[in-house]
């Protein structure tokens, strides 16, 4: 039996959210690493790895292998399955809109209603 019990939970494990994850553990291993040491070097690398981690995942996610925000259909729970809706960006996404990939919602409520008063 499933942890959950019925087995109808979108858990969002996903590939971007995996190896972010993995790489973050790494990069704050060696800054705590890197405090036991007093080793500058260890710091900076730490620090760059963590640098790396959020790039990746952020990479990672652009290119379908992370989630929307909200359960997913279930056809998707997977994380091996892409997300084929990130080619056009997602509704309240951060990482979308710094791509350039979606406008905020207001600038598109607004966009609407200057096209609905040029129409008048």
């Not at 890197?34 to 790396?52: D, E, I, K």
Request: with cysteine.
């Amino acid at each position: 039996m499933f942890i959950h019990g019925d087995d109808d939970h979108d858990l969002g494990h996903t590939v971007a959210g995996w190896t972010g994850t993995g790489l973050a553990a790494l990069g704050f291993g060696l800054c705590g690493f890197a405090m036991v040491r007093s080793s500058g070097f260890l710091a900076l690398a730490g620090a760059a790895v963590l640098a790396l981690a959020l790039l990746t995942t952020w990479a990672l996610h652009l290119a379908g292998w992370g989630k929307p925000s909200g359960p997913r259909p279930a056809a998707q729970w997977s994380w091996r399955v892409r997300d084929v809706t990130a080619r056009d960006g997602h509704d309240d996404c951060l990482g979308c809109r710094l791509a350039g990939r979606r406008a905020p919602r207001h600038q598109v409520a607004e966009r609407s209603a200057e096209a609905a008063v040029a129409d008048a």
